[in-house]
């Protein structure tokens, strides 16, 4: 590790090119900064990209919807310019054992006859639930794009934010202040119940309260995860999901085209051993190949525990913080199948003509059933009985699969990080694989036999592949302890570091993860306010 | 072929998310111009053949609407009474078996739930027309009571027969014995072996009755009805004809005079009944109902805003016009909800949210009105008078028995 070569400097350098490092390296780039994107795969996106494993298909291997990205990014980096497309698809349904099904529709009329077959009082409750998560939404959307105040400093800046959280606070009145504080922390099952009585209404809806999240639909805190899966919209329509064109790393891609429409430079197979640190301050940083690049400022795409425990040397950083560090929730829990069909699989639950079947699909029909699969992952194996997002993006989009053929997207809750019969291997990868498959097909007769490929992702292939610490694909858990001026530590989330220079700009910071670009956003906003520059745009 | 409620074939929700009433057949005959909306979930005519004609039937002869999609609650049970008591701001006890009586429900904090009609159909049997679906905030009520609540929308099929000739019309169909009852009453009747409800009400301020039925016997009461009252001007009327009426005669409208309280998002948003003029259908003494503590403490204060009429200058309606104080429109102090020309008054009348200071009957005040000129804009401060909200109150709809036109 002795002679290393230096070579040029450059006002910024982002190490990783997930999508919020080229949202950062957008914006301190458009406000006229050199940047330099660094990447260790040898394709950028991290966990939005798309790739082609298998002859004729795109896969969307790690995410697979769009919604939270914020629209404000998407236009001040004219990202469909560049080519992004999304698309918003309608519904989903959850398939149920015994044969039957919810699906949810965006007509009103239609989707109030459906939850009406369940339960004529979940059909107008499901109202109320509408206003009240969209009540909570727009408490929460201001903040996402606003670096959180430091409760506890009295710099001016500080105090005008939390004066602002705080009238936004209020402005909601006595009631739902309360509601709000109950949301942040209360459990899905418990939420769900104060408003529905049948259990396939709510086990369809708890869904999107385990997604990515170590946590049960009973633990307390997962509301708020259900929460954060509804704030996102497609062209102002509040909750709204749906798909890059191209799959979702169509959206890296133009962000990278953006960049470099203006002047910033992306290299790839280029992972970073360290991040340099002189006397508290970061002077660049030192490649795996031996080079060092230098710059006064440099920003971190990797999680929380990633940039300081692998990419810094302990030395530079005060014993507290590292402790906090590494106490930093970031469970992995989640698995991806992402498979190539020959055909359309059916769905006898399904009934012929539905468009639900365009949207995401599940099979698991109780909170019991959820609450149970969580109880395999406590115990170190993979869900005998996962719950399931699946999707088949090809009937919309048509890049993602040869005409006839079909690409499916399968996102598996919940799968262990370590697996307590011992280490990951092919063959119990393979096993994990199978169970989701077995989970599929009894659903669909036909699916095991148009399946042409299949990717089996796990936890820990998604940590070594993309860098997410146990493959947690928030870079870190969703919880009130984790969330606002909390994230990723209390003090410490204003997206600067104990080292001068060095600032985080991935999901670990406010406000979480999910492809959403406010971190990478927030994080370069923060740069440009320590140089004294303003923001582009 | 749309779906019926009651047929019960024909494409699923998700293919036809809109049923037809059970008048569909017969109203599809006469709906020229193939202009629908969607109400509750029902396909409705919105207009047959011209705003206009329609709604001059309206005030002229006589005119069929059908009002199935409204929604329909069976109230029953030992504690129908004090459930309805507890429920709405009137006093229930008081409603005499056979009587109708428009009735407000509000949350806890005195918001405006929604507006309806309450029926007393027995000692303790009730039925409840609302304009949204209520059942979860009815169930939600009525835990401790011993009631049953049931929707009962699909399963009663109804017209309104509106008009100074309605009541003609009604006889002349063999229905005679209606011309004893009073407004606001409710009587039983057999059209030739057809069980018919029918009441003294409706949602045009004019003469005129509702007409309540099982769907099976919603065309043949059609046929009947247009039979004897096509000679006397009987026409169907779609919604927007309606709409010009209930204006004219000062009804509000939820989504477009008030947002329902539960559905309203945004702080600040839901009215109290104070605030949207209805304080005559609050009874403060009949003891507790929901929302009557928020109500007492917003009467001591008085309320922040009132929902006025207007009385407009010129002849441009001010539709969706914002209003202020000062003819510069340097202080905005309200907007308008619902705006027309009056056709029969001939006053440009609009019903209007102001702040409380500003409505006070007489007071005078300016409406930023827009008007489309072949695709050029101007922009008219118009001065308006607040007025009495009633704008059309003609005495036949009192009269028992009632004139023949
Ligand atoms: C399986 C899965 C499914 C998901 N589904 C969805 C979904 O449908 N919708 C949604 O909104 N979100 C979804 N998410 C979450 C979302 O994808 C992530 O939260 C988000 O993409 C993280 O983006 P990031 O830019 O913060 O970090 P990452 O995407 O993790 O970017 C970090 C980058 O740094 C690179 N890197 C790591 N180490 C080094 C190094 N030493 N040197 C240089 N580069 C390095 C990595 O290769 C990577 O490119 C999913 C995540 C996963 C894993």
Redesign the pocket.
């Known amino acids: 590790m002795s002679a290393r070569r230096s070579t040029s400097a450059h006002d910024a350098i982002v190490?990783?090119?997930?999508?919020?490092?080229?949202?950062a390296a957008c914006y301190l780039a458009r406000a006229g900064l050199d940047v330099l994107v660094?990447?260790?795969?040898p394709y950028?996106?991290?966990?939005?990209?798309s790739r082609s494993l298998y002859e004729g298909f795109t896969y969307?291997?790690?995410?697979?919807?769009?919604?939270?990205?914020r629209p404000q990014i998407i236009r001040t980096l004219e990202l469909p310019k560049f080519g992004l497309q999304i698309i918003p698809y309608e519904g989903g349904c959850t398939m149920m054992r015994d044969g039957g099904h919810l699906a949810l529709y965006d007509n009103h009329d239609a989707l109030r006859r459906e939850i009406a077959r369940h339960s004529r009082r979940d059909a107008e409750a499901y109202e109320r639930y509408s206003r009240d998560m969209i009540r909570q939404c727009q408490f929460i959307k201001p903040l996402l794009l606003r670096e959180p105040p430091d409760p506890t400093s009295f710099r001016p800046r500080d105090l005008a934010e939390l004066a602002y959280l705080g009238r936004r606070f209020h402005g909601l009145g006595e009631r739902r202040m309360y509601d709000t504080l109950r949301f942040w922390t209360m459990s899905a099952a418990d939420m769900l119940d104060e408003y529905f009585e049948s259990e396939i209404v709510k086990a369809h809806l708890a869904g999107s309260s385990i997604?990515?999240t170590a946590l049960g639909p009973r633990s307390p805190g997962t509301a708020y995860v259900l929460l954060h899966h509804y704030m996102?919209d497609i062209d102002d329509t509040v909750g709204a999901?749906g798909f890059a064109r191209g799959g979702?790393g169509a959206i890296t891609q133009a962000l990278a085209a953006s960049l470099r429409a203006s002047g910033g430079a992306i290299e790839s197979e280029?992972?970073?051993?360290q991040i340099l640190v002189r006397n508290g301050r970061t002077r660049g940083v030192a490649?795996?190949d031996g080079r060092e690049i230098l710059a006064p400022v440099v920003l971190s795409?990797?999680?929380v525990r990633?940039t300081f425990l692998?990419?810094m040397d302990p030395g530079d950083l005060p014993p507290e913080f590292l402790d906090g560090v590494r106490r930093f929730k970031i469970r992995g829990s989640?698995?991806?199948l992402n498979i190539a069909l020959d055909g359309m699989p059916t769905f006898p639950a399904i009934p012929a003509g539905s468009p639900c079947i365009r949207g995401d699909l599940h099979v698991t029909d109780t909170i019991e059933m959820m609450e149970r699969a969580y109880d395999d992952w406590k115990n170190g194996r993979w869900s005998r009985a996962p719950y399931i997002?699946m999707l088949i993006p090809s009937q919309i989009d048509p890049t993602m699969a040869p005409q006839g053929k079909h690409y499916m997207?399968v996102?598996v809750q919940y799968c262990p990080y370590e697996l307590a019969e011992g280490p990951w291997t092919d063959e119990r990868r393979k096993a994990f694989g199978d169970t989701v498959i077995e989970t599929i097909a009894r659903q669909s007769p036909d699916f095991k036999r148009l399946i042409l490929h299949a990717e089996v992702?796990t936890p820990w292939d998604?940590e070594n592949?993309?860098?997410?610490t146990e493959?947690?694909?928030?870079?870190g858990e969703l919880t009130l302890d984790q969330l606002l001026f909390n994230r990723p530590l209390p003090g410490w989330a204003q997206y600067r570091t104990p080292v001068r220079g060095v600032y985080l700009?991935?999901?670990?910071a406010h406000p979480?993860?999910?492809?959403?670009?406010a971190?990478?956003a927030n994080a370069a906003r923060a740069v440009l306010r320590d140089l004294g520059r303003k923001r582009a745009a | 072929m749309i779906e019926t409620a009651s047929s019960g074939t024909a494409a699923p929700h998700y293919r036809q998310p809109l049923l037809g009433t059970p008048f569909h057949a017969r109203s599809r005959a006469l709906a020229q111009v193939d202009q629908y909306v969607a109400w509750s979930g029902y396909s409705t005519v919105d207009v047959y053949t011209t705003v206009e004609q329609e709604y001059f039937a309206i005030r002229n002869a006589a005119t069929v609407y059908d009002i199935t999609p409204m929604t329909k609650y069976r109230i029953a049970g030992r504690d129908a009474v004090a459930y309805l008591d507890r429920l709405v701001t009137r006093d229930v006890a008081r409603l005499r078996t056979g009587r109708l009586g428009y009735c407000l429900w509000c949350n806890d904090d005195g918001e405006l739930v929604d507006d309806g009609t309450l029926f007393r159909l027995g000692e303790s049997e009730f039925r409840l027309c609302a304009a949204m679906r209520q059942i979860d905030w009815l169930e939600a009520s009525a835990i401790g009571f011993d009631v049953s609540i049931e929707e009962v929308t699909e399963r009663i099929a109804a017209l309104s027969l509106q008009g100074p000739v309605s009541c003609a019309i009604l006889k002349a169909a063999g229905l005679g014995e209606v011309a004893t009852l009073p407004p606001f009453a409710i009587g039983r009747y057999d059209l030739d072996g057809i069980e018919l409800t029918i009441s003294r009400s409706g949602f045009t301020g004019d003469l005129g009755y509702e007409i309540w039925m099982d769907p099976s016997a919603a065309e043949a009461v059609w046929d009947r009805l247009f039979d004897v009252g096509r000679s006397r001007g009987l026409r169907a009327i779609g919604s927007r004809a309606l709409d010009l009426a209930r204006i004219e005669a000062g009804y509000l409208s939820p989504w477009i005079d008030f947002v329902p309280a539960e559905h309203a998002i945004r702080v600040g948003r839901a009215r109290s009944p104070l605030e949207l003029g209805l304080e005559r259908f609050v009874d403060f003494d009949k003891g507790h109902f929901t929302g009557r503590r928020a109500l007492l403490e917003e009467r001591r204060r008085g309320p922040r805003s009132c929902l006025v009429g207007l009385d407009v200058e010129g002849n441009k309606p001010a539709r969706a016009a914002l209003l202020y104080a000062d003819a510069r429109c340097r202080r905005e102090i309200g907007a308008v909800t619902s705006a027309v020309w009056s056709p029969t008054c001939k006053r440009n009348i609009a019903i209007a949210r102001v702040d409380a200071p500003f409505s006070a009957l007489g007071t005078s005040l300016w409406a930023e009105i827009y008007l489309n000129r072949e695709l050029v804009w101007e922009r008219r401060i118009t001065r308006a008078r607040v007025v009495e909200r009633t704008f059309f109150a003609p005495e036949r709809r009192r009269a028992t028995p009632p004139a023949d036109f």
């Open positions: 190490v990783g090119a997930g999508h919020n490092g080229l949202v660094l990447e260790r795969n950028i996106g991290g966990a939005a990209v969307s291997n790690c995410s697979y919807v769009c919604s939270l990205l997604i990515g996102g999901w979702m280029a992972p970073v051993e490649l795996q795409n990797l999680d990633r692998k990419a989640s698995g991806k997002d997207s996102f992702r998604i592949e993309v860098g997410l493959g947690n694909i928030f870079q700009c991935g999901s670990s979480g993860g999910g492809v959403m670009g971190p990478g």
